[in-house]
Nanobody, 115 residues
């Protein structure tokens, strides 16, 4: 089992920055890929960025160049979000994948960007 706890969300004005963190506990050495997803009201959950165990990253087109995903060697995942805009308003979820059949989610953290 893996437990994930996100933090760092909040309210910010357009153009501002936030840094999300996700701390993993439990069987952390079994984690392969990790990622950030988000879900805005009335929309489906979408992938924001992910990072492999080897450090390879991939980003949604809407955040490329503004967001940076990173992970330390132990148990923490980060998402640095710059130049935020209203379309980035959503609940952000941390995801950890042990295998294609074993994925874990955090409880989510709200990000609200105001004009």
């Amino acid at each position: 089992q893996v437990q994930l706890v996100e933090s760092g969300g909040g309210s910010v004005q357009a153009g501002g920055s936030l840094r999300l963190s996700c701390v993993a506990s439990g069987r952390i050495f079994s984690i392969n890929d990790m990622g950030w997803y988000r879900q805005a009201p009335g929309k489906q959950r979408e992938l924001v960025a992910f990072i492999t165990r080897g450090g390879n990253t991939n980003y949604a087109a809407s955040v490329k160049g503004r967001f940076t995903i990173s992970r330390d060697k132990l148990n923490t995942l980060y998402l640095q979000m710059n130049s935020l805009n209203a379309e980035d308003t959503a609940v952000y979820y941390c995801n950890a994948e042990v295998s294609s059949l074993s994925k874990y989610w955090g409880q989510g953290t709200q990000v609200t960007v105001s004009l």
